[in-house]
C-alpha cells in the first residue's frame, strides 16, 4: 500500500503557495497524523478494489473515528508539510501502522522501498523526481 501522491501533491501544492504555515490552533500529535493516514491510505486502497464504495462517507468516518475535524486534519498536514524532518516520521510511522494491520503490505512496501532505492532518479520525497 502506498499514502495516495495525489493527497500528498495537492497539499505540498497548497502548502507551497502560501506564506509560512502557522502551527494551528488544534494541531493533531505526530501520533494521531500517523494513525489517521494509516486509515485514510488502507481507505484509499479498499477504494481502488471496490469502485461502488463511496469514499467520501469512508473518509468522514475515519475522522470520527479519530474525533477530529476535516479542517483540523488539514491545518496539521499542511503545517507538518513545512516540517519536513517531523512528516518523513510521521509517514514513517503510519507506513509501520499499515504494516502491522496488513502482511500482504509489508511485504508490497518493503518491495517498493527496495526498488526505490535502486532508483537513482529518486528524491526520496514522495512524487518528486529529478
Do not use: W
Not at 509560512?20 to 489517521?36: F, Q, V, W
Request: with cysteine; glycine share 4%.
Amino acid at each position: 500500500m502506498k499514502i495516495s501522491l495525489l493527497t500528498l501533491t495537492f497539499f505540498v501544492i497548497l502548502v507551497s503557495c502560501s506564506d509560512a504555515t502557522d502551527k494551528p490552533k488544534n494541531l493533531l500529535d505526530s501520533k494521531t497524523m500517523s494513525e489517521m493516514i494509516a486509515d485514510f491510505a488502507i481507505n484509499e486502497q479498499l477504494g481502488l478494489m471496490n469502485q461502488d464504495g463511496n469514499m467520501e462517507i469512508s473518509s468522514k468516518y475515519i475522522l470520527k473515528k479519530h474525533h477530529v475535524k476535516g479542517q483540523d486534519f488539514s491545518d496539521s498536514y499542511a503545517y507538518y508539510l513545512s516540517k519536513p524532518r517531523e512528516l518523513q516520521r510521521i509517514l514513517k510511522k503510519a507506513q509501520k501502522i499499515i504494516k502491522e494491520k496488513d502482511p500482504n503490505a509489508a511485504e508490497y512496501i518493503d518491495k517498493k522501498e527496495k526498488s526505490d532505492k535502486n532508483d537513482p532518479s529518486d528524491t526520496g520525497r514522495p512524487g518528486m523526481t529529478h
